[in-house]
């Protein structure tokens, strides 16, 4: 009996599908966190959330990916006291994983190609075109599989909904705020940051129904 109320609540955690989305959500992460090496060895930008951290993670004489599990960690007990329901197994995921995958591929890039590499043109505008394509899609496939906000992410939902704030304006100055930290703290804003913020909402809605039609099997009055 303990075991299949065990089962039922996981089911219930996991939601519908749980399966597959699982599989999505451990792409994205995975996705985020390849392509975003890229994405920051180029320094031609990247999402908010990053171009923040990263230089922080110099100030504090910290790793990109240890600073950034310190601050989740922190927005986390936030999220969890404020609405627990935001959180799901892509939320440790998100916090805990795509930081350090992004500075071993940064540690592995660094071993195998020359230094300089990533600065040298053309191959610093080719990696950077051929990185953010399938970083906003790794994104958009973290978003469908719908299992849980990263901490980051989850702040600007409760903060709209506390004082009563359309969220789509709520999220820009979310966003804006963390570019604002990134410049105080010594980054430079650049033109990828800007493509991000263009970009994701479309792209995620390109993923999210094709993700739903041909991987979830969905109805399309269930995609609606």
Not at 106 to 124: H, K, S, Y
Not at 150 to 179: N, T, Y
Request: aromatic fraction near 14%.
């Amino acid at each position: 009996m303990q075991t299949s109320s065990f089962k039922e609540k996981l089911a219930a955690f996991l939601g519908p599908d749980a399966k597959k989305r699982f599989l999505l959500m451990i792409l994205g992460v995975f996705g985020m966190g390849f392509f975003l090496s890229f994405l920051i060895e180029t320094a031609y930008g990247s999402d908010t959330c990053t171009f923040m951290n990263l230089p922080l993670s110099a100030r504090f004489g910290l790793s990109f990916g240890t600073w950034q599990l310190i601050l989740n960690c922190i927005m986390f007990v936030a999220v969890i006291a404020l609405k627990p329901r935001l959180i799901g197994a892509g939320t440790f995921a998100n916090m805990i994983c795509i930081g350090y995958i992004s500075d071993f591929f940064r540690w592995v890039w660094a071993q195998l190609l020359p230094e300089g590499f990533f600065m040298m043109q053309p191959a610093r505008a080719i990696v950077f075109v051929l990185a953010l394509i399938p970083f906003i899609i790794s994104i958009a496939i973290y978003m469908v599989a719908d299992m849980g906000l990263s901490p980051f992410d989850a702040l600007p939902v409760i903060l709209c909904e506390k004082i009563g704030l359309r969220f789509s304006l709520g999220r820009i100055i979310w966003d804006f705020l963390a570019i604002l930290v990134g410049i105080a703290a010594g980054g430079k804003l650049n033109i990828g940051t800007f493509l991000l913020a263009l970009t994701l909402g479309p792209a995620a809605g390109i993923v999210d129904k094709w993700i739903k039609k041909h991987i979830l099997k969905q109805s399309p009055a269930a995609q609606a």
